[in-house]
Nanobody, 123 residues
């Protein structure tokens, strides 16, 4: 099982980025998949999650700006990030775990992780 993120970079506030996560080694269409982010000295937090039925959740601070979606045919997960703010600066991680997303709230609830991709938003 392998997850590889890409698409991070440096943008100015108000800009957009699209993160991608290429998954291999499992049937990810039946997984709960999520994006987390982490800044130095802080806990890793979930940003958005999507289940096998394409039901999505996003944390309040990114609602209306970020959208999680996936392409099962390509075994890929994405995070479209618009109207980026400096406080969105973080390392972003792709995560996956077999089964539903219900009840999963933190990093310990996910089995598989990518290596992360850095997003930096300047004011």
């Amino acid at each position: 099982v392998k997850l590889v993120e890409s698409g991070g970079g440096s943008v100015q506030a108000g800009g957009s980025l699209k993160l991608s996560c290429a998954a291999s080694g499992a049937t990810y269409s039946r997984f709960c998949m999520a994006w987390f982010r982490q800044t130095p000295g802080k806990e890793r937090e979930v940003v958005a999650a999507i289940d096998s039925d394409d039901r999505r959740t996003h944390i309040a601070s990114v609602q209306g700006r970020f959208t999680i979606f996936k392409d099962n045919a390509k075994n890929s997960l994405y995070l479209q990030m618009n109207s980026l703010k400096p406080e969105d600066t973080a390392m972003y991680y792709c995560a996956a775990s077999p089964g539903d997303c219900v009840g999963r709230s933190g990093p310990a609830d996910y089995n598989y992780w990518g290596q992360g991709t850095q997003v930096t938003v300047s004011s």
